[in-house]
Protein backbone atom coordinates (compact mmCIF):
# COMPACT_ATOMS: atom_id res chain seq x y z
CA UNK A 1 0.00 0.00 0.00
CA UNK A 2 1.44 3.39 -0.72
CA UNK A 3 2.68 5.59 1.52
CA UNK A 4 0.05 8.63 2.63
CA UNK A 5 1.25 11.55 0.90
CA UNK A 6 2.82 14.34 2.86
CA UNK A 7 1.10 17.63 3.43
CA UNK A 8 2.38 21.10 5.65
CA UNK A 9 -0.72 21.64 7.76
CA UNK A 10 -3.02 18.77 9.63
CA UNK A 11 -6.51 18.55 7.99
CA UNK A 12 -5.37 20.80 5.39
CA UNK A 13 -3.94 20.60 1.47
CA UNK A 14 -2.59 23.77 1.83
CA UNK A 15 1.10 24.38 0.73
CA UNK A 16 3.63 24.91 -2.03
CA UNK A 17 3.96 21.99 -4.13
CA UNK A 18 6.11 20.40 -7.09
CA UNK A 19 4.42 17.94 -9.02
CA UNK A 20 5.10 15.69 -11.46
CA UNK A 21 3.36 12.94 -13.23
CA UNK A 22 4.35 10.88 -16.07
CA UNK A 23 2.99 8.70 -18.92
CA UNK A 24 2.63 4.98 -18.19
CA UNK A 25 5.65 3.40 -19.34
CA UNK A 26 7.70 6.71 -19.97
CA UNK A 27 6.23 6.67 -23.89
CA UNK A 28 7.02 10.16 -25.14
CA UNK A 29 3.34 10.84 -26.62
CA UNK A 30 2.92 14.37 -25.62
CA UNK A 31 3.43 16.60 -29.05
CA UNK A 32 2.62 20.12 -29.10
CA UNK A 33 -0.93 19.19 -29.59
CA UNK A 34 -0.71 17.06 -26.62
CA UNK A 35 1.27 19.80 -24.44
CA UNK A 36 -0.51 22.95 -25.80
CA UNK A 37 -4.00 21.16 -24.35
CA UNK A 38 -2.60 19.59 -21.25
CA UNK A 39 -1.19 23.44 -20.47
CA UNK A 40 -5.00 25.06 -21.36
CA UNK A 41 -6.42 22.17 -19.11
CA UNK A 42 -4.12 22.97 -15.95
CA UNK A 43 -4.59 26.59 -15.91
CA UNK A 44 -8.48 25.89 -16.37
CA UNK A 45 -8.68 23.95 -13.41
CA UNK A 46 -6.45 26.00 -11.56
CA UNK A 47 -8.30 28.68 -11.57
CA UNK A 48 -11.72 26.51 -11.13
CA UNK A 49 -10.16 24.98 -7.73
CA UNK A 50 -8.58 28.05 -6.11
CA UNK A 51 -4.56 26.67 -7.35
CA UNK A 52 -2.52 29.40 -8.31
CA UNK A 53 0.77 28.01 -10.70
CA UNK A 54 3.58 29.36 -10.30
CA UNK A 55 5.24 27.87 -12.51
CA UNK A 56 5.23 24.52 -15.13
CA UNK A 57 6.69 22.99 -17.79
CA UNK A 58 5.33 20.26 -19.90
CA UNK A 59 7.94 17.61 -21.51
CA UNK A 60 7.16 14.93 -24.18
CA UNK A 61 6.32 12.32 -21.35
CA UNK A 62 5.99 14.06 -17.93
CA UNK A 63 5.22 17.30 -16.47
CA UNK A 64 6.45 19.62 -13.37
CA UNK A 65 4.30 22.07 -11.41
CA UNK A 66 4.83 24.59 -9.06
CA UNK A 67 1.51 24.73 -7.34
CA UNK A 68 0.49 27.08 -4.52
CA UNK A 69 -2.65 26.04 -2.23
CA UNK A 70 -4.07 28.34 -0.34
CA UNK A 71 -5.65 27.57 2.81
CA UNK A 72 -9.38 27.48 2.18
CA UNK A 73 -11.39 30.84 3.08
CA UNK A 74 -14.13 31.54 4.85
CA UNK A 75 -17.10 31.29 2.40
CA UNK A 76 -20.19 33.24 2.32
CA UNK A 77 -23.41 32.17 1.97
CA UNK A 78 -22.31 28.78 2.06
CA UNK A 79 -20.03 29.24 -1.37
CA UNK A 80 -20.76 29.85 -5.33
CA UNK A 81 -23.95 28.93 -6.35
CA UNK A 82 -24.80 25.82 -9.31
CA UNK A 83 -24.97 28.72 -11.73
CA UNK A 84 -21.38 30.00 -10.80
CA UNK A 85 -19.98 27.09 -10.33
CA UNK A 86 -21.56 25.88 -13.90
CA UNK A 87 -19.70 29.15 -15.28
CA UNK A 88 -15.93 28.24 -13.63
CA UNK A 89 -16.51 24.09 -14.97
CA UNK A 90 -17.00 25.50 -18.24
CA UNK A 91 -13.60 26.12 -18.83
CA UNK A 92 -11.88 22.97 -17.65
CA UNK A 93 -14.52 20.00 -18.67
CA UNK A 94 -15.04 21.03 -22.12
CA UNK A 95 -18.84 21.21 -24.17
CA UNK A 96 -19.06 17.74 -24.22
CA UNK A 97 -18.49 16.87 -20.45
CA UNK A 98 -20.29 20.18 -19.97
CA UNK A 99 -23.67 18.75 -21.91
CA UNK A 100 -23.73 15.74 -19.42
CA UNK A 101 -23.19 17.62 -16.35
CA UNK A 102 -26.00 20.25 -17.44
CA UNK A 103 -28.26 17.16 -18.34
CA UNK A 104 -27.44 15.59 -15.04
CA UNK A 105 -28.93 18.67 -12.53
CA UNK A 106 -31.90 19.31 -14.90
CA UNK A 107 -32.70 15.60 -14.43
CA UNK A 108 -32.89 16.14 -10.83
CA UNK A 109 -34.55 19.54 -11.33
CA UNK A 110 -37.54 17.90 -13.08
CA UNK A 111 -37.57 14.98 -10.46
CA UNK A 112 -37.83 17.77 -7.56
CA UNK A 113 -34.48 15.69 -6.17
CA UNK A 114 -33.24 19.26 -4.57
CA UNK A 115 -30.83 17.24 -2.51
CA UNK A 116 -28.90 15.48 -4.84
CA UNK A 117 -28.28 19.20 -6.40
CA UNK A 118 -26.96 20.40 -3.42
CA UNK A 119 -24.44 17.18 -2.62
CA UNK A 120 -23.29 17.91 -6.34
CA UNK A 121 -22.82 21.56 -5.19
CA UNK A 122 -21.14 20.64 -2.05
CA UNK A 123 -19.10 18.32 -3.99
CA UNK A 124 -17.41 20.66 -5.98
CA UNK A 125 -16.82 23.07 -3.32
CA UNK A 126 -14.95 20.44 -1.54
CA UNK A 127 -12.55 20.00 -4.23
CA UNK A 128 -11.41 23.53 -3.82
CA UNK A 129 -8.42 24.46 -2.48
CA UNK A 130 -7.00 20.66 -2.69
CA UNK A 131 -3.77 19.73 -4.22
CA UNK A 132 -5.26 15.64 -5.30
CA UNK A 133 -8.41 16.66 -6.66
CA UNK A 134 -6.46 19.39 -8.57
CA UNK A 135 -3.87 16.31 -9.93
CA UNK A 136 -6.76 13.80 -10.25
CA UNK A 137 -8.78 16.41 -12.25
CA UNK A 138 -6.28 17.72 -14.73
CA UNK A 139 -5.13 14.07 -15.71
CA UNK A 140 -8.60 13.02 -15.93
CA UNK A 141 -9.37 15.09 -18.16
CA UNK A 142 -6.19 15.23 -20.25
CA UNK A 143 -6.71 11.40 -20.73
CA UNK A 144 -10.67 11.59 -21.59
CA UNK A 145 -9.33 13.98 -24.24
CA UNK A 146 -5.73 12.54 -25.43
CA UNK A 147 -7.48 8.97 -25.89
CA UNK A 148 -10.44 9.72 -27.91
CA UNK A 149 -8.11 12.10 -29.98
CA UNK A 150 -6.04 9.23 -30.75
CA UNK A 151 -8.24 6.08 -30.12
CA UNK A 152 -6.02 4.94 -27.41
CA UNK A 153 -7.62 2.55 -25.01
CA UNK A 154 -6.28 1.82 -21.34
CA UNK A 155 -4.33 3.45 -18.59
CA UNK A 156 -2.59 6.68 -19.83
CA UNK A 157 -0.86 8.16 -17.05
CA UNK A 158 1.16 6.53 -14.24
CA UNK A 159 -0.42 5.34 -10.92
CA UNK A 160 0.58 7.52 -8.65
CA UNK A 161 2.01 11.73 -9.02
CA UNK A 162 4.85 12.67 -6.95
CA UNK A 163 4.50 15.59 -4.86
CA UNK A 164 7.02 17.48 -2.70
CA UNK A 165 6.36 20.36 -0.27
CA UNK A 166 8.37 23.33 -1.03
CA UNK A 167 8.92 25.84 1.67
CA UNK A 168 7.24 28.79 0.95
CA UNK A 169 10.47 31.04 1.42
CA UNK A 170 12.28 33.07 -1.91
CA UNK A 171 15.35 30.88 -1.96
CA UNK A 172 13.88 27.69 -1.89
CA UNK A 173 10.91 28.87 -4.17
CA UNK A 174 13.67 30.03 -6.81
CA UNK A 175 15.30 26.91 -6.49
CA UNK A 176 12.85 24.53 -7.77
CA UNK A 177 11.41 27.02 -10.26
CA UNK A 178 14.49 27.31 -12.08
CA UNK A 179 14.76 23.76 -12.09
CA UNK A 180 11.59 23.50 -13.47
CA UNK A 181 12.16 26.17 -16.67
CA UNK A 182 15.20 24.50 -17.03
CA UNK A 183 13.89 21.24 -18.05
CA UNK A 184 14.08 21.63 -21.74
CA UNK A 185 17.57 22.58 -21.33
CA UNK A 186 18.42 19.76 -19.42
CA UNK A 187 16.82 17.55 -22.35
CA UNK A 188 18.95 19.63 -24.78
CA UNK A 189 16.11 21.19 -26.60
CA UNK A 190 17.31 24.66 -26.46
CA UNK A 191 19.51 26.94 -24.76
CA UNK A 192 17.18 29.24 -23.67
CA UNK A 193 14.64 27.77 -21.68
CA UNK A 194 12.32 30.94 -22.71
CA UNK A 195 12.04 29.85 -26.42
CA UNK A 196 10.40 26.33 -24.61
CA UNK A 197 6.41 27.70 -24.86
CA UNK A 198 5.12 25.21 -22.81
CA UNK A 199 6.63 26.71 -19.66
CA UNK A 200 5.68 29.40 -16.84
CA UNK A 201 8.34 31.17 -17.80
CA UNK A 202 8.42 30.94 -21.56
CA UNK A 203 4.55 32.31 -20.80
CA UNK A 204 6.15 35.14 -18.71
CA UNK A 205 8.26 36.18 -21.35
CA UNK A 206 5.72 36.37 -23.59
CA UNK A 207 3.75 38.92 -21.88
CA UNK A 208 1.29 36.62 -19.93
CA UNK A 209 -0.08 38.28 -17.08
CA UNK A 210 -0.95 35.57 -15.14
CA UNK A 211 2.64 33.83 -15.52
CA UNK A 212 4.41 36.54 -14.67
CA UNK A 213 2.36 36.79 -11.52
CA UNK A 214 3.58 33.63 -10.90
CA UNK A 215 7.58 34.34 -11.28
CA UNK A 216 7.16 37.93 -9.19
CA UNK A 217 5.80 35.71 -6.26
CA UNK A 218 8.55 33.51 -6.70
CA UNK A 219 11.12 35.81 -6.88
CA UNK A 220 9.67 37.56 -4.02
CA UNK A 221 8.26 40.95 -6.10
CA UNK A 222 4.45 40.49 -4.66
CA UNK A 223 2.94 43.72 -4.58
CA UNK A 224 2.16 43.95 -1.03
CA UNK A 225 6.34 43.91 -0.06
CA UNK A 226 7.32 45.67 -3.40
CA UNK A 227 4.72 48.61 -3.21
CA UNK A 228 4.03 48.32 0.32
CA UNK A 229 3.13 51.89 1.29
CA UNK A 230 2.52 52.43 -2.31
CA UNK A 231 -0.78 51.14 -3.23
CA UNK A 232 -3.33 52.94 -3.31
CA UNK A 233 -4.48 53.68 0.18
CA UNK A 234 -8.39 53.77 -0.80
CA UNK A 235 -8.76 50.48 -2.46
CA UNK A 236 -5.36 48.73 -1.72
CA UNK A 237 -4.64 47.69 -5.30
CA UNK A 238 -1.78 48.74 -7.06
CA UNK A 239 -2.59 50.50 -10.55
CA UNK A 240 -1.70 48.16 -14.20
CA UNK A 241 1.10 50.50 -14.48
CA UNK A 242 2.84 49.47 -11.14
CA UNK A 243 1.91 46.21 -11.77
CA UNK A 244 3.38 45.50 -15.40
CA UNK A 245 7.09 47.64 -13.83
CA UNK A 246 6.93 45.35 -10.43
CA UNK A 247 6.39 42.19 -12.58
CA UNK A 248 8.91 42.99 -15.42
CA UNK A 249 11.62 43.56 -12.94
CA UNK A 250 11.02 40.53 -11.69
CA UNK A 251 11.22 38.44 -14.78
CA UNK A 252 14.05 40.22 -15.52
CA UNK A 253 15.95 39.32 -12.11
CA UNK A 254 14.64 35.82 -12.85
CA UNK A 255 16.02 35.46 -16.20
CA UNK A 256 19.58 36.54 -14.75
CA UNK A 257 18.76 33.82 -11.80
CA UNK A 258 18.57 31.12 -14.59
CA UNK A 259 21.88 32.11 -16.02
CA UNK A 260 20.54 32.56 -19.58
CA UNK A 261 22.86 33.80 -22.26
CA UNK A 262 21.01 37.65 -23.19
CA UNK A 263 20.65 39.69 -20.19
CA UNK A 264 17.42 41.50 -20.48
CA UNK A 265 16.51 45.00 -19.62
CA UNK A 266 13.53 47.52 -19.34
CA UNK A 267 13.11 50.19 -22.41
CA UNK A 268 11.24 53.28 -20.90
CA UNK A 269 8.60 51.75 -23.06
CA UNK A 270 8.05 48.47 -21.08
CA UNK A 271 8.90 46.65 -23.76
CA UNK A 272 11.95 43.76 -22.64
CA UNK A 273 15.44 43.64 -24.40
CA UNK A 274 18.39 41.47 -23.93
CA UNK A 275 21.69 42.03 -23.54
CA UNK A 276 24.43 39.76 -22.32
CA UNK A 277 25.12 38.43 -18.37
CA UNK A 278 28.37 39.77 -17.53
CA UNK A 279 30.49 37.29 -15.26
CA UNK A 280 30.18 40.02 -11.89
CA UNK A 281 26.46 40.04 -11.92
CA UNK A 282 26.15 36.08 -12.39
CA UNK A 283 28.67 36.33 -9.26
CA UNK A 284 26.39 38.19 -7.19
CA UNK A 285 23.31 36.30 -7.87
CA UNK A 286 25.21 33.17 -7.06
CA UNK A 287 25.89 34.54 -3.68
CA UNK A 288 23.08 36.09 -3.40
CA UNK A 289 20.81 33.32 -3.95
CA UNK A 290 22.91 30.14 -3.84
CA UNK A 291 21.53 29.36 -7.71
CA UNK A 292 24.21 27.92 -10.45
CA UNK A 293 23.03 26.81 -13.53
CA UNK A 294 25.21 23.86 -13.77
CA UNK A 295 24.01 22.14 -10.48
CA UNK A 296 20.09 22.97 -12.16
CA UNK A 297 21.29 21.01 -15.35
CA UNK A 298 21.90 18.02 -13.47
CA UNK A 299 18.91 15.90 -12.26
CA UNK A 300 18.42 15.96 -8.48
CA UNK A 301 16.40 13.36 -6.93
CA UNK A 302 15.84 15.67 -3.95
CA UNK A 303 13.78 17.57 -6.13
CA UNK A 304 11.09 15.51 -7.08
CA UNK A 305 11.56 12.12 -4.64
CA UNK A 306 12.86 14.22 -1.43
CA UNK A 307 9.53 14.46 0.32
CA UNK A 308 10.40 18.15 1.85
CA UNK A 309 12.20 20.90 0.34
CA UNK A 310 13.82 23.61 1.92
CA UNK A 311 15.73 24.97 4.84
CA UNK A 312 16.74 22.62 7.73
CA UNK A 313 14.62 24.71 10.48
CA UNK A 314 11.87 24.11 7.40
CA UNK A 315 11.72 20.47 7.60
CA UNK A 316 12.67 19.64 11.45
CA UNK A 317 10.00 21.67 12.28
CA UNK A 318 7.64 19.53 9.79
CA UNK A 319 9.41 16.30 11.34
CA UNK A 320 7.93 17.26 14.96
CA UNK A 321 5.39 17.84 14.12
CA UNK A 322 4.43 14.56 11.75
CA UNK A 323 6.31 11.60 13.67
CA UNK A 324 2.97 9.56 13.19
CA UNK A 325 3.75 9.84 9.28
CA UNK A 326 7.46 7.37 9.86
CA UNK A 327 6.95 3.57 9.94
CA UNK A 328 8.80 0.84 11.15
CA UNK A 329 12.44 1.86 12.33
CA UNK A 330 12.32 4.99 10.84
CA UNK A 331 9.50 5.72 13.41
CA UNK A 332 12.06 4.68 16.67
CA UNK A 333 15.69 5.74 15.46
CA UNK A 334 14.89 8.74 13.52
CA UNK A 335 15.59 12.06 15.83
CA UNK A 336 15.75 14.64 13.01
CA UNK A 337 14.15 15.35 9.86
CA UNK A 338 16.20 17.40 7.79
CA UNK A 339 18.94 15.75 5.26
CA UNK A 340 21.03 17.92 3.12
CA UNK A 341 20.49 17.67 -0.47
CA UNK A 342 24.57 17.61 -1.15
CA UNK A 343 27.78 19.25 -0.81
CA UNK A 344 27.07 21.65 -3.63
CA UNK A 345 23.44 22.94 -2.17
CA UNK A 346 24.79 24.31 0.61
CA UNK A 347 21.73 25.38 2.86
CA UNK A 348 19.33 23.05 0.95
CA UNK A 349 17.93 19.64 2.42
CA UNK A 350 15.27 17.18 2.43
CA UNK A 351 13.45 14.49 4.10
CA UNK A 352 15.18 11.90 2.51
CA UNK A 353 18.86 10.95 2.10
CA UNK A 354 19.08 10.39 -1.64
CA UNK A 355 21.89 9.79 -4.01
CA UNK A 356 23.54 12.70 -5.82
Not at 149 to 174: C, K, M, N, P
Not at 322 to 337: I, L, M
Request: charged share 25%; proline share 3%.
Amino acid sequence: MPKARAFPFSGSQAGVFHVVSRIAGREFLLDEAGRDFLTKVVHAYAELLGVQVLTHCTMGNHFHLLLRVPHRPEMADGGPSVEELLAMLQKAVGAEQMKLVRLQLENWQQAGALEHIEAWRQRQIAAMYSLSEFVKRVKQRFARWYNKRTGRVGVLWEDRYRSTIVEDEARALRMMAAYIDLNPVRAGITEDPGSYRWSGYAEAMAGNARAQEGIARITGATAERVLGSGLNEAARVESPAQRKRRCLRALVHYRQMLGVAGRPGIRPDGKLVRRGVSAKVLARLESEHGIRREMLLRRVQHLTRGVIFGSREFINGWFERNRAWFKGSSAERRKTGARPVNRDWKGFYSLRRLGP
